[in-house]
């Protein structure tokens, strides 16, 4: 635990914005938003590729699942798997107003130098309830381009 003290740290605020149909057939789409602070309390263990934190980041904030929560607590991770897989993976975890407990797991897929205008923007995701494993919905998000210029300057440096 001393090791951790007086450690630079980063954390960034981010909105992603779209809808989602559930799994049990109905084709009606919802809206699906989430607003979260991600980042890592220790950047030399973020940015070390040697390191089991590497571009890893924790998450925690709020998430809107139309027709199932309204501004829930959620919290998990961030991953930027820029190298293993071109991708960036969202896992939050979040319960409904009855205490049943839901995983979302989001992806930013194909991730190349020369689309990511695209892949930086959309993120591909499903919930399933956590008891049961059963696949809830699949959803289609977006970062909203207005939220750039937010985004850029929420970037902050943190001291643990």
């Not at 829930?72 to 205490?99: H, V």
């Not at 059963?134 to 643990?160: A, C, Q, W």
Request: glycine share 8%.
């Amino acid at each position: 635990m001393g090791s951790e003290v007086g450690m630079i740290g980063m954390k960034i605020d981010e909105i992603m914005v779209g809808s989602h149909c559930f799994a049990n057939g109905d084709v009606r789409q919802h809206p699906l938003i989430f607003a979260l602070t991600w980042g890592h309390k220790n950047l030399l263990h973020f940015l070390n590729p040697l390191s089991p934190e590497f571009l890893s980041s924790q998450a925690k904030g709020m998430i809107t699942v139309g027709g199932l929560v309204n501004k829930a607590d959620c919290s998990g991770t961030l991953k930027l798997m820029y190298f293993k897989g071109r991708k960036i993976r969202y896992e939050l975890e979040f319960q409904d107003d009855n205490g049943r407990r839901y995983r979302y797991v989001g992806e930013k897929v194909n991730i190349w130098p020369w689309n990511l205008h695209k892949t930086h923007v959309t993120c591909y995701g499903t919930i399933k309830e956590i008891a049961t494993d059963m696949e809830i919905s699949r959803s289609v998000v977006y970062f909203p381009l207005r939220e750039l210029v937010p985004f850029t300057l929420s970037t902050r440096l943190t001291k643990s």
